[in-house]
C-alpha cells in the first residue's frame, strides 16, 4: 500500500501511517508519501496520525500482486486558523494587530507576512505555561533583523526601526521547549 498524506494543498511530511491491529508503521517523507510494503492479502485498517490533526482511517482490500494506493487528507485541530505557515513561503499574510497562532509539536514553526511601513512593535504573549516560545524577524529577502529568546513562557518582544520603504517582513514563532495544541498564543502587532 503507499499513497499520500495531505492537509488542503498542504503536504504532510512525519505523518505515522499504521495498520490497527498491525505491528507496521511507517512515517510519510518530505513529499507527504508512504509506502507499507510485504503485506499478504487481506482486509486492512489504516491510520493517519500526526500532531495538530485530527485522525484518519481507511478500510482497504489488498490483493496478490496488487498495488493499492491509499490517500489521507488530515483536518486540522481547532483553535489555529493560520496553520500551514511552517516556511517563509507559506507565511501567512496578516492585516490585524492581533494574531492566536498554536504551536502544535516541537517541529512545528509558524512564519506570517506583514507589509509594513515605519516602526514596527512585535509583542509575542499569553504563551502556555510548560513552553518557552521564541519570535524572530526577518526581512524581504530572509534576512534576520530582529529576535527576542526570554526564559520559560515570559513575554518576548521586537522592536524594528523605521521601515521605509514598504516591505513585506515574516515574523517567525517556534518553540525552544514545549508545545501545546490547545492553548493559543497571542502576537500583538503595534
Same mark, same amino acid.
Given at each position: 500500500m503507499e499513497g499520500y498524506v495531505k492537509s488542503g494543498d498542504y503536504i504532510i511530511q512525519g505523518a505515522t501511517i499504521s495498520i490497527v491491529m498491525g505491528?507496521? #508503521?511507517?512515517?510519510?517523507? $518530505?513529499?507527504?508519501?508512504?509506502?507499507?510494503?510485504?503485506? *499478504?492479502?487481506?482486509? %486492512?485498517?489504516?491510520?493517519?496520525?500526526?500532531?495538530?490533526?485530527?485522525?484518519?482511517?481507511k478500510d482497504m482490500c489488498l490483493f496478490f500482486g496488487k498495488v493499492i494506493r491509499a490517500d489521507f487528507e488530515l483536518l486540522p485541530l481547532p483553535g489555529d486558523m493560520y496553520e500551514y505557515n511552517d516556511t517563509?513561503?507559506?507565511? #501567512?499574510?496578516?492585516?490585524? $494587530?492581533v494574531i492566536l497562532g498554536t504551536i502544535h509539536n516541537l *517541529?512545528?514553526?509558524? %512564519?506570517?507576512?506583514?507589509s509594513q511601513l515605519g516602526i514596527l512593535r512585535i509583542y509575542l504573549i499569553q504563551i502556555p505555561s510548560t513552553c518557552n516560545y521564541d519570535?524572530?524577524?526577518?526581512?524581504?529577502?530572509?534576512?534576520?533583523?530582529?529576535?527576542?529568546?526570554?526564559?520559560?513562557?515570559?513575554?518576548?518582544?521586537?522592536?524594528?526601526?523605521?521601515?521605509?520603504?514598504?516591505?513585506?517582513?515574516?515574523?517567525?514563532?517556534?518553540?525552544?521547549?514545549?508545545?501545546?495544541?490547545?492553548?493559543?498564543?497571542?502576537?500583538?502587532?503595534?
Open positions: 505491528e507496521r #508503521s511507517t512515517l510519510t517523507d $518530505s513529499e507527504g508519501f508512504y509506502i507499507i510494503d510485504e503485506l *499478504n492479502p487481506a482486509n %486492512y485498517l489504516l491510520k493517519a496520525d500526526k500532531q495538530g490533526y485530527h485522525k484518519s482511517f517563509f513561503l507559506s507565511a #501567512s499574510a496578516v492585516f490585524s $494587530s *517541529n512545528d514553526v509558524d %512564519y506570517y507576512k506583514r519570535i524572530e524577524l526577518y526581512d524581504s529577502e530572509y534576512n534576520k533583523i530582529g529576535e527576542s529568546h526570554e526564559i520559560d513562557n515570559n513575554d518576548e518582544y521586537i522592536e524594528t526601526g523605521d521601515i521605509n520603504p514598504r516591505q513585506d517582513l515574516y515574523i517567525k514563532i517556534y518553540s525552544r521547549m514545549g508545545s501545546n495544541s490547545i492553548s493559543n498564543y497571542k502576537i500583538v502587532l503595534q
